[in-house]
């Protein structure tokens, strides 16, 4: 009734894991095509909170038109029957009616990062995508939805908001870490961000969030979608890569060298970070993990029936024990290798 469908094929609905909204995989018939011509499309019913600020999402779904128009790999949003791009549906429950903002998408076919093997070629491949998407971004028009928004996952301007949930982690080891850290990203990495230029950043780039393609002849896989805008704000745009770093490093022996060598190389080809924000980034890898693994823990004690919260959290605790374990020099060292410094 909302989106311009002739039918939905009902057997079809699956709920997909999310972190704080409810996906949904669907296929239909669109208006204008022929009767058995099924699409899939990615429903999407937003939170409470997130509900109540249409234009932030009216901005999210902006920014995706932006990037296709450009030949950017992203899902499109379907118009409403009235033209928009959010369709808002009252839901009646035990604590009263509220209003949720439905969208659709197009579902974008392939397979995830985190079911595929990472190898040298993938991450650099990503690595450059990255690269271009931040070369884009670059030039999308201000949205104030954006720019006004106040969110603890934006890594360049909220990261130490994080503070105030340190009290959730379990171990004093761990919470003794993340206070390091913090105090360490406040000292080194604060005052540089704050002298660089901001801009847009799709603020989380992680394994579940990148599509690949099958592979060549030749073994090689293409980006085909780059998901969920969802976290979309006006940062800094070093945080892009080294939050892409964060999680390629999660579960690899060594993954910050894998990650430098191969992500941020492929990164340097297309959009080379500055030797200022280079000598940050380890403090923005270090940051994120702590992000990840600080808030996914407070949300999972707010809704412990859904462990996907989890799903970054127990080995990014390993990884970030690991790689806060090395030495300022060997880390310039291994960036600097990577940048063919």
Known sequence: LLFPFVSVDSDSVVEMDSY??????????????????????TLKVANRQESANVPLLEAQNDCMLYLLKRGFPVPKPLQTRDGGSIALQSIASPEGETTFAIRVLTFLQGDLLVNVSQTQSVLVELGKTIGRMNTLLKDFPRHVAIDDRD??????????TARKYVDVVDTKQKRELVTEVMDAFEAHALPVLKSLPM?????????????????DELGHRSITGILDYGDMVRSYRVVEIAIAMAYCAIGKEDGLR???RHLLAGYQMVHPLSDKEL????????????????????????????DYLLVSADPGWKTLLQIWSRTKDEIDDMFKEACGI
């Open 279 to 306: 000598d940050i980034i380890f403090y923005l890898i270090a940051g994120r993990l702590c992000q990840s693994c600080v808030l996914s823990t407070f949300y999972h004690s707010r809704d412990p029936t859904n």
């Open 151 to 160: 969110y603890d996952w934006n890594l360049g301007t909220s990261f130490l």
């Open 258 to 260: 894998v990650a430098s």
């Open 20 to 41: 704080v909204d409810r996906n949904f995989y669907i296929e239909g018939v669109l208006e204008g095509q022929e009767e058995g011509t099924k699409n899939a499309f």
């Open 199 to 215: 801009e847009y950043v799709h603020g989380d780039l992680n394994d579940y969030n990148i599509l690949l393609g099958k592979p």
